[in-house]
T-cell receptor, first 114, second 109 residues
């Protein structure tokens, strides 16, 4: 199993450009989420989804859009990149249901906005 | 704002020593989880403790939870150089998993 796959691994953008970070999982997990990780800040939840067609905001949703058209994919869109969005982005998934079980993480996408 | 705060922020020990990391959180939880992150990699789940449990063991890991104090601790016994990593607690309330700021552990051979 590939688990959680994120692409691209590295990306450099100019301020104002748009892009999409891709996330795909092959574990049939209903729950998927996006986090950003900044030095000294730990991981902060951007958006999450509990199933296809359902998304919700996390702690820091501004500047990001998500959609969930299939169980497998959960792309994160930056419509107009800003330097403050320079960060490492992690996608994670898990099963739903009792116990809110462990999250499985991708290897991260490092984004630099100039 | 983040739910969990780890303490200490950084910890350096010798191989064979025990490492203790603490996590405090703010609101009620369903469960609390600990994760490990090697430099430049994704997080890996270590252990989960439910809100009605007080202590849990997994190999060299021991986790305690005190819901009255809203705190948890992670003990790694007989540490190894390979335990060098950042460790994060994460609290679960309904659907969200909210992470703390992490403890950076360095184990010297």
């Amino acid at each position: 199993n590939a688990g959680v796959t994120q692409t691209p691994k590295f990306q450099v953008l100019k301020t104002g450009q748009s892009m999409t970070l891709q996330c795909a999982q092959d574990m049939n997990h209903e729950y998927m989420s996006w986090y950003r990780q900044d030095p000294g800040m730990g991981l902060r939840l951007i958006h999450y989804s509990v199933g296809a067609g359902i998304t919700d905001q996390g702690e820091v949703p501004n500047g990001y859009n998500v959609s969930r058209s299939t169980t497998e994919d959960f792309p994160l869109r930056l419509l107009s990149a800003a330097p403050s969005q320079t960060s490492v982005y992690f996608c994670a998934s898990r099963v739903m249901g009792e116990g809110s079980r462990e999250l499985f993480f991708g290897e991260g996408s490092r984004l630099t906005v100039l | 704002s983040q739910q969990g705060e780890e303490d200490p922020q950084a910890l350096s020990i010798q191989e064979g020593e025990n490492a203790t990391m603490n996590c405090s959180y703010k609101t009620s939880i369903n469960n609390l989880q600990w994760y490990r992150q090697n430099s430049g990699r994704g997080l890996v789940h270590l252990i989960l403790i439910r809100s009605n449990e007080r202590e849990k063991h997994s190999g060299r890991l021991r986790v305690t939870l005190d819901t009255s104090k809203k705190s948890s601790s992670l003990l790694i016994t007989a540490s190894r150089a390979a335990d060098t990593a950042s460790y994060f607690c994460a609290t679960v309330n309904t659907d969200k998993l909210i992470f703390g700021t992490g403890t950076r552990l360095q184990v010297f051979p």
